[in-house]
């Protein structure tokens, strides 16, 4: 029976395999190298050198095959003596014994067994995988000439932290003023409310608000013609026309219907309105009279919920 395949089994986890009766395999370490003459590189690798010297049974081998081929010491032993004998017996006939990737052995004019390695079997168990290599060196590569080239580049510039923080301490207060000013004040809120948008009801909007509503203030020598009211009359009691400067007006219709309609709801709503016609054909529903454009402008923003783009009509 063959058994080079146990000791190459052994060798890879063994520094040295004994066939007892005929000589130990020893495993040699040997570091990666580098060939600089033809640039090679060159893994660790475990060299197999052979001693005849060892040849005791150190029970290495004998346990393997027992353990592997379920059988016992004995057997196993006798297996390993027979193989010896047949090995020698070729030996001593002058014929090439080869251990599969392991080596080859023969005798030599003297008698004596001589042993040569196979090479192309790395018994390493770290350098796995790994194989001889060529690489190069760059021709033509000059490091010098890259470090003078980044001395040429302009340094660069670094801004000063004082600078950027004196920048800030500039331009933060300023920009939070432009953003406060604005919320804070009216100064971008028109005194009067020039929408005539009312979802509640069906509406007809005036087609030319300049033309029948002049919010500003008006010279003494443009005359305007007075307007007519219309007080509205419920089963339950009439309107009647409240006194004062500046009206605040929910809705503008060209149905009188329709604006008897809104009445009703601001009458259902605490209000006193009344109808007031204007020019065109339309009919206005003012909520109330107030005396100031201060109160009146007060009264719109609690009508706003429910009437939203109600206005200010200041009369003539």
Sequence with gaps: MDITAF???????????????????IGNYTPAQVDRNSGTFYPPVKQISFNRNLNHNDGLLVGRISSNLSINYGDARAITEKFVADLRKKLDNGEKVVF???????????????FEPD????????????????????EGYDVRKRI???????????????????RAAVIVPLLSVVVAVPLMTDIFRPKV?????????????????????????????ITVKSEIVVPV??????????SGRYQLI????????NAQKQVKMLMEEGFTPEIVSASGGFF???????????????????????FPGSWIHRKK
Excluded at 193 to 220: G, Q, W, Y
Excluded at 250 to 257: A, H, I, L, R, W
Excluded at 285 to 300: F, N, Q
């Design 148 to 166: 003078i080239k980044l001395k040429e580049k302009d340094p660069v510039r670094q801004v000063s932290i004082r600078k950027i923080m004196w």
């Design 100 to 114: 599969d990737n392991i080596g080859t052995f023969i005798n030599n004019h003297e008698g004596n067994v001589q």
């Design 284 to 306: 206005r529903v003012s909520a109330m009279t107030c005396p100031d454009l201060e109160t009146a402008e007060s009264k719109k923003e609690s009508l706003s919920g429910k």
């Design 233 to 242: 009359r419920t089963p339950e009691e009439p309107v009647t026309t409240s």
């Design 7 to 25: 000791i190459r089994e052994l060798m890879f986890g063994h520094d040295c395999v004994i066939v007892p009766g005929f000589g130990g395999f």
């Design 193 to 221: 409310e020039v929408s005539t948008m009312n979802p509640l009801v069906t509406e007809e909007f005036e087609h030319n608000r300049t033309a029948v509503d002049k919010t500003k203030e008006v010279t003494p020598e």
């Design 250 to 257: 929910t809705g503008s219709f060209k149905s009188q219907e």
């Design 119 to 138: 090479r192309s079997v790395n018994y390493h168990l770290d350098s796995y995988g790994l194989e001889s290599f060529q690489c190069f060196p760059l």
